[in-house]
């Protein structure tokens, strides 16, 4: 059987981003026996972009709260000072955005302080004009650079004493990265070492991604028939390179209220009847989701979304049964 685990989205973005309101849904996560909490990422809004917002129907892109967003890992170091259990997730890092010696230090670093709390989701981004903002030219070959990138990461938090690397779009010298990721050292056999990287995205290249290079894959806005459809496509390309998906974490993202919605027909929506909130995480669990990031709603204050993590908590978590393996539900 597999363990079933329940993750909270802090507000680390919007009206609602502040820093009281995040360490009162972290600590409220953490009291609550939640498993972790999760911050998102974007480095600056455009006022006007072009670019279309891939997934939940696509449309042009809102920034939240007049574009306030709090740098994830700056943020999940706040977080792990103010707590001592929940891991600490991001869903998901725009890797090309950022140099990858300098990105996979500071994971590197608050992996080490939170005593192993990480867990990195990753994404290529799909924003042109933050990309444009940063001064990143190589928008169109982002899919490439975040390889290579990931590539970097695990080799400067496994090689010792020193690390180097020639690659088509970045190369450096031997040289010596310290402190190494506390979780899953070298040393102990693991094919990876440092914090599991989760692949985010429903894409044919994302997928593709996961199952080269991936500890696991998170769908985004997707309902259990879409879900579906990309794992049984994810199986495939998994075993064209020699794995299987019970190497995997499946992850899903979920909102989760206690005010009943008669609008959430939507099988991602949870809310207002505990079994069927229960039936309705069981739909994603018989496909092998053993994952589940969950959204507080209504998003609009720290009372509401503690309630319905607390409905969560209490009235649907003790309904819902451990996850059997993928095809055997």
């Known amino acids: 059987m597999t363990s079933t685990t329940f993750g909270i989205s802090l507000p680390s973005a919007g009206a609602m981003a502040a820093p009281a309101n995040m360490r009162a849904i972290a600590g409220a996560a953490e009291s609550l026996g939640y498993d972790s909490v999760w911050v998102s990422d974007h480095v600056v809004a455009p006022e006007k972009p072009d670019s279309v917002y891939p997934y939940g129907g696509g449309g042009p892109f ?105 690659g088509a779009h970045y190369s450096f010298e031997p040289l010596r990265s310290l402190p190494k990721p506390v979780q899953r050292p070298m040393s102990q056999g693991e094919q990876w070492p440092g914090p599991p990287i989760l692949v985010g995205g429903n894409s044919l290249p994302a997928l593709r991604r996961t199952a080269r290079l991936g500890d696991g894959w998170q769908g ?24 299987s998906r019970e190497s995997l974490a499946i992850s899903s993202r979920l909102n989760v209220s206690q005010q009943a919605n008669p609008e959430a027909s939507l099988d991602y929506d949870i809310a207002g009847d505990p079994d069927l909130a229960a039936e309705r995480i069981g739909r994603y669990q018989k496909l092998g989701c053993d994952d589940f990031m969950l959204i507080p709603q209504p998003r609009d204050s720290v009372t509401g979304m503690i309630e319905s993590m607390e409905w969560f908590a209490t009235e649907v978590r003790p309904r819902v049964r451990e996850a059997s393996p993928a095809g055997q539900g």
Do not use: M
């Open 220 to 243: 985004l806005r997707t309902n259990v028939d879409e879900t579906q459809a990309c794992l049984v496509k994810l199986d495939e390309l998994l075993a064209e390179v020699g794995r």
């Open 62 to 166: 809102a920034s939240p709260g007049a574009g306030t967003y709090y740098e994830p890992l700056t943020t999940l170091a706040w977080i792990a000072g103010s707590t001592a259990r929940v891991r600490l997730g991001i869903s998901v890092l725009v890797v090309p955005l950022r140099n990858p010696v300098y990105a996979a230090k500071t994971i590197a670093t608050l992996d080490a302080l939170s005593d192993g709390r990480v867990i990195l989701g990753i994404g290529v981004g799909w924003l042109s004009e933050e990309f444009e903002a940063l001064g990143e030219t190589r928008f169109d070959q982002r899919g490439a650079i975040t390889d290579e990138w990931i590539e970097i990461y695990r080799k400067l938090w496994a090689q010792e004493p020193t690390t180097s690397h020639q």
